[in-house]
């Protein structure tokens, strides 16, 4: 555990101040979800890091020991119950076809296993990258002829935890190669972009800047393999978009839309930065 005395080490050019400080949280702590899943919270980082990050670690080695702990039983963790609300939602046939998600998927275990770790992903018969969400409003349009959910709404989020929950433990795993690469090269390029009055980019907080302070935050390295993550602050499920916002906000800059092209692109960057993780979703953080 770090024990230098708290001093500023940047100060960007509006006076955001960010510290080095003693950290709270125990980042060599093992996280075992139900005593039965076990997550890999740090491993090496992906060669296409290589200079940039020492090895990659999950966000969750970043929290208090109470956040933490909430994390690692699903009675505790208020993020898992909103994603069992989402089972009702996988069983209710909706729309002209008169069909459920389980009519063609089976159980959420036996459709959706596997499918949290690898995406967002090249689609081959949209010839686009998707999300998750960007499927299930396929799915939902063009297969049950129901409404599409809000990007960012609470029944997609929840059903996005659920999808996410059957895939804890494996570790995320996106393709960044092949058609994927344009979109996977865009969204490293805004990674490196800075936003905003503050002039900062996502690199200057979660790659220089991880393990220490910015205002009473104890900063990550930014992963996003905990998605969706039940936030203590807001007290709700919240979407990767509704996080990629909040940080852009934070530099005082105009966020992209949802499930903009920008966005996406960002997403599969920022998931290639995690590869190795396990998938943690439903996460819990603050
Ligand atoms: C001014 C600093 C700052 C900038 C710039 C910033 N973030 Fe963040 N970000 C934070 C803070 C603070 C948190 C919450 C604590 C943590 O996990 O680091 C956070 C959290 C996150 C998380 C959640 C991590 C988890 O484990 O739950 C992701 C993902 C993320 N940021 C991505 C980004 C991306 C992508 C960008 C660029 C568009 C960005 N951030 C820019 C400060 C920043
Ligand atoms: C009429 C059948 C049908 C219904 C109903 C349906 N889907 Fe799908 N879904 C498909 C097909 C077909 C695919 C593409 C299969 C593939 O390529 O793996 C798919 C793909 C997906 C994928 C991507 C899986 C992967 O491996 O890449 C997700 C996620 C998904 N569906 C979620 C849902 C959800 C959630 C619902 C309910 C809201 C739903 N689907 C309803 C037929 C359906």
Redesign the pocket.
Known sequence: MKTAPIRVITTFSAG?AILAGAAAADPDADLVINDEIQIITRAEAPAHLEGALPEIR???T?RTRETQALQMDDFENPGFSAAEMAIEAWETAEGSAGKSCADCHGTVEEGMRGVRAVYPKWVESAGEVRTIEMQINDCRTNRMGAEEWKYIGADMVNMTALIASVSRGLPVNVAIDGPAREMWEKGKE??YTR?GQ?D???A???EE??DNY??A???????????P?YRLKNTRLNA?HD??N???R??RGVPFDVGSPEFVA?ELY?ASRGNGLSVEGP?V??
């Open positions: 955001l999950s966000g969750w970043f805004i990674y936003f503050l900062m980019s996502c200057n907080c979660h800047n991880y910015i205002r935050d104890h900063l990550s390295m930014g992963m996003s393999n905990g998605f993550t990767l996080r990629f909040g940080c852009i934070d530099t960002l920022v996460s953080r603050n």
